[in-house]
């Protein structure tokens, strides 16, 4: 008998596409929440159009980002639409939409309509902008959010060109800020029964997670410059070149670096006056990059590492992500669960990140096909097989649903 999930029993009305949302009520399917990712009439999430790659006809990313969800496809213009997402609403705990601001307002689904059906609910709004201030109405991206941030202007090498992120961060972390204040306002309400609307945006998102960078700007007034793989509190910390490639090496504080200096035979460096405290180290952190470079030059990472763990020096490899999945720790970890799919086959995904262990998560089912569960959520949200028959008929829900009034 499975252990229980943490979220046994609570209902996620998931009206989300693309990224930010479906990565937030991921997590919570994970957990044991029954997720409805209701889907647009004319093809669903866009997700499911973005590729290559695609398995089988089927997009690689929208696989990845909808397991353990049950999906509906529900024409939101239609007033049958509109009733039946509300009568959905009135059994859910939670609801999340990434529509832009006023979106959901103009259908008559906003906060205030949704609430007035079940004030306990929790309505998460995830935008671009958040939903005042002078850009709330523009549309937001990845990309956008990103720049505005700052977080590209400090990304990238030394006097080189400012570049993104490699994985979409601002849209990832603004699904994961969604999750915590979705959680947190959930405990609320299991205290006081009230409800609440809450939001974020990728834009703070993005600016949240520039912890160093902003305490740099705000302490010196000083605008931090970009500087590659190094790190702008601690020296030597980055990314170091050896006779086959690269790997990383943290000397986090003086114990390490003593250690790191004594393990690859450069105890001279302890006698340097340019490196002996930390502040020194990062005053003449690119002398210190070119003495370590020379050393490290001299094997292998291969080779370099057992000697920096045998001292305890922290530093590891540079995987690519054939590597990254072939590696013994993160099979150790369960970190990649196989689901499978109707269409697509045998589909990896991501394993769960955080392990509870006494109500741990399970990824049971690959993402549904469009629609796929159309007659099961209707009979959840109450309708007898006569009114699912005339709702699928005249094309208010199920796959092939077209704009009906």
């Known amino acids: 008998m499975p252990k229980p999930r943490a979220l046994d029993g609570v209902t996620v009305l998931d009206a989300t596409q693309i990224l930010a949302g479906p990565f937030c009520t991921m997590h919570m399917s994970d957990m044991g929440a029954n997720v409805i990712k209701v889907e647009k009439p004319g093809g669903g999430d866009d997700t499911r159009r973005i590729g290559p790659p695609f398995i089988n006809g089927e997009s690689a990313a929208f696989l990845q980002l909808n397991r353990n969800k049950r999906s509906i496809v529900l024409d939101l213009r239609a007033d049958k639409g509109k009733e039946t997402f509300k009568r959905l609403a009135e059994k859910s705990d939670i609801l999340i939409e990434n529509g832009r601001p ?46 505005m941030s700052g977080q590209m202007a400090i990304n990238g090498d030394v006097g080189g060109p400012p570049l993104k992120v490699g994985v979409p961060i601002a849209d990832l972390n603004a699904g994961m800020f969604a999750l915590h204040a979705i959680e947190a306002a959930y405990i609320r309400r299991l205290r006081t029964g009230e409800g609440q609307h809450v939001e974020t945006s990728l834009l703070e998102a993005g600016l949240a997670y520039t912890v160093w960078e902003t305490a740099f700007y ?59 405290s930390n502040a020194s180290r990062l005053e003449n952190v690119e002398a210190l990059r070119e003495q370590l470079d020379a050393t490290f030059q001299t094997k292998t990472t291969s080779e370099w590492l057992p000697i920096l763990d045998e001292a305890g020096t922290p530093a590891g490899p540079i995987f690519e992500m054939d590597e990254v999945w072939a590696n013994e720790q993160v099979v150790a970890r369960n970190m990649d669960v196989v689901t499978e799919h109707p269409v697509a086959g045998p589909v990896h995904n991501i394993g769960i990140a955080v392990k509870m262990h006494g109500t741990p998560g399970r990824i049971e089912s690959a993402a549904p096909m469009l629609g796929e569960h159309t007659d099961e959520i209707l009979e959840f949200a109450g309708y007898t097989p006569e009114e699912i028959e005339e709702l699928t008929s005249t094309g208010v829900a199920g796959p092939d649903s077209g704009a009906k009034t």
Request: aromatic share 10%; with cysteine; hydrophobic share 35%.
């Open 102 to 147: 006023g979106a959901m307002d103009r259908l008559g689904l906003g906060y205030s309509h949704i609430s007035a059906v079940n004030p306990a609910i929790v309505y998460c709004s995830i935008s671009g902008f958040g939903l005042t201030g002078p850009y709330s109405t523009r549309p937001g991206f990845d990309l956008i959010a990103q720049g």
């Open 218 to 276: 705000f302490a010196t007034g000083e605008v931090p410059p970009r500087i590659g793989s190094t790190h702008r509190l601690i020296a030597p910390y980055q990314s170091f070149a050896t006779k086959d490639g690269h790997m990383n090496v943290g000397a986090a504080n003086q114990n390490n670096w003593v250690r790191l200096a004594n393990a690859i035979g450069r105890s001279d460096l302890l006698e340097d006056s340019r490196f002996d």
